[in-house]
């Protein structure tokens, strides 16, 4: 049994070198650094739906208002 243990040996060596290498595991703390990245890439190229609620009230707002200038142009103007 311990001659296959010698025999492999070697190659489970280069498996965890490799491994420690090329940071195939990550840390709880690179992780954490990755997480706040993103999450402010998503602040600044996103929109959160409280925002888009906002605008979508505005521009209802400003439709209506438009709506009312036009029913003034097509009436014949000012009364």
């Known amino acids: 049994m311990e001659k296959y ?5 070697p190659i489970g060596l280069v498996c965890i070198a490799l491994i420690f290498q090329y940071n195939l595991f990550v840390t709880p703390e690179k992780l954490e650094v990755k ?4 999450l402010g890439d ?3 190229n996103y929109s959160t739906k409280e925002q888009y609620n906002d605008l979508k009230a505005q ?3 400003m439709q209506a208002k438009i709506d009312k200038i036009y029913d003034v142009i ?3 103007g000012y009364k």
């Open 5 to 9: 243990i010698y025999r492999y040996l």
């Open 74 to 76: 097509i009436e014949g």
């Open 42 to 44: 998503i602040a600044q």
């Open 35 to 38: 997480h706040r990245e993103i």
């Open 59 to 61: 521009l209802n707002i």
